[in-house]
């Protein structure tokens, strides 16, 4: 017995820059786009295909992602960091 699902090719879908039919959707806009009118992002673990719009928009690297994740981790670090040494002297 297979486990395999049939997809559907024919689904119509059109690239919105050129309108031949579309590869898949941009990792950024979600947008159908075609293997010409799309490029691979760089700096990632996994590689996502983007529009060309969106590559010129915001880039191609996925840098700018992981720094503000981190960013994200060390503000919410300190927040715990603040509220522990806050509750530390309330409770003192």
Known sequence: M????HIDDDSGAR????GAKAAGPCA?????????CS???????QVWAICL?????KGRSLSGAWRSL???????????????????KLLS
């Open 2 to 5: 297979s486990n395999l699902q």
């Open 15 to 18: 690239c919105v820059h050129c």
């Open 28 to 36: 950024s806009c979600h947008s159908p786009v075609c293997g010409d």
């Open 39 to 45: 490029t691979l992002t760089e700096g990632g673990v």
């Open 53 to 57: 719009a969106c590559a010129n928009r």
């Open 70 to 88: 981190v960013l994200w981790l060390a503000m919410l670090l300190a927040g715990i960091a603040l509220v522990t040494w806050l509750l530390e």
